[in-house]
């Protein structure tokens, strides 16, 4: 008996210190999975004509949310896949081994979708430029993915950084953290992490100096909500003893934002990926407008009455 006890207990150690090895080594690959699946890949879109009148297609660029490609129905299928190896190096081998090899008739499987990043994570741009386009309308700006990477899904409802390169390429090129809100799991339905709070900054430039919009907080609201509006007024007090008082009056009118949801119109997804829409409907137009008001009344500097109306609630409206 005394003999198995410590038989037993070396059993266990290496029993543990076998799985915290495994656990490590299959961290290893998810993270060299993670980093060649997840990153940036093409994708233009038409936004107009220049001023010459021939089309503009620029490529905005996407970050994949899975991991596409041709699996081989051959002994060598688990090898030719990226996420099988541990290291970039073991990767490399694998393929200078296989070039070695005579070819053999190989057979093609559909595209295998699987997730880009590990769980409870995206593949989110990291980087992002603003271009500005000349149009035969006028001058647009357009946002450019530069780089992607694998993002936590947070819990909460924060504000995240988000930066932007403007006038890239140029001396007056400057990086913003123009914000924005996490895409927190385990929200209501019907609810998501939007800005309520926002900031500014500026961007020289050389006719002139633009005023850029910043996300200073974000709260979980519905998708139709009210954000504050501060707005300043002069008022006349006039107290018992007939003094008049001259006061700043702020009154936050507030702001409906966000947008207004009218189901799935997707009529035709692809089959290898749900998020791929081939064919859509007609969308219903719907917009975010006041529900509820209140009003305010005062005195202003002339000595007239005014009344200011702020919102209180907004909802969806067709």
Request: with cysteine.
């Amino acid at each position: 008996m005394d003999v198995a006890r410590p038989f037993l207990l070396l059993m266990c150690v290496l029993h543990l210190t076998l799985t915290v090895v495994l656990t490590k080594h299959t961290d290893h690959r998810n993270l060299f999975t993670q980093r060649v699946c997840c990153r940036r890949q093409s994708h233009f879109v038409y936004i107009g004509q220049d001023i010459s009148g021939s089309p503009v297609n620029i490529d905005v660029g996407m970050c994949r949310s899975h991991c596409g490609g041709t699996i081989r129905a051959s002994h060598e299928a688990g090898q030719q896949d990226y996420s099988k190896h541990s290291s970039m190096l073991e990767f490399l081998r694998s393929k200078k081994m296989r070039s070695r090899r005579p070819a053999a008739p190989e057979s093609l499987e559909p595209l295998k979708q699987l997730p880009s990043c590990g769980m409870n994570q995206l593949c989110e741009p990291t980087g992002m430029r603003v271009d500005r386009v000349l149009l035969f309308e006028g001058p647009r700006e357009v946002e450019v993915i530069e780089e992607c990477h694998c993002e936590i899904k947070l819990s909460q409802c924060i504000r995240v950084p988000a930066l932007r390169t403007y006038n890239p390429d140029t001396p007056y090129e400057i990086v913003i953290d123009v914000g924005g809100c996490s895409q927190s799991k385990g929200s209501p339905e019907g609810f998501s992490c939007v800005p309520t709070k926002f900031d500014s900054a500026l961007v020289e430039t050389p006719n002139k100096v633009d005023l850029i919009q910043t996300v200073a907080a974000c709260e979980l609201k519905e998708t139709c909500y009210r954000v504050p509006y501060v707005e300043y007024y002069y008022e006349i007090v006039q107290h018992a003893d007939g003094v008049k008082e001259e006061r700043l009056k702020e009154i936050d009118v507030g702001r409906c934002l966000g947008g207004c949801t009218t189901g799935n119109r997707c009529l035709l997804s692809s089959p290898t990926d749900p998020q791929i829409c081939h064919l859509w409907s007609e969308s219903q137009s719907s917009s975010c407008v006041p529900e509820g008001y209140e009003s305010h009344s005062f005195l202003n500097q002339h000595g007239q009455s005014r009344t200011v109306l702020s919102i209180s609630s907004c909802l969806c409206q067709n």
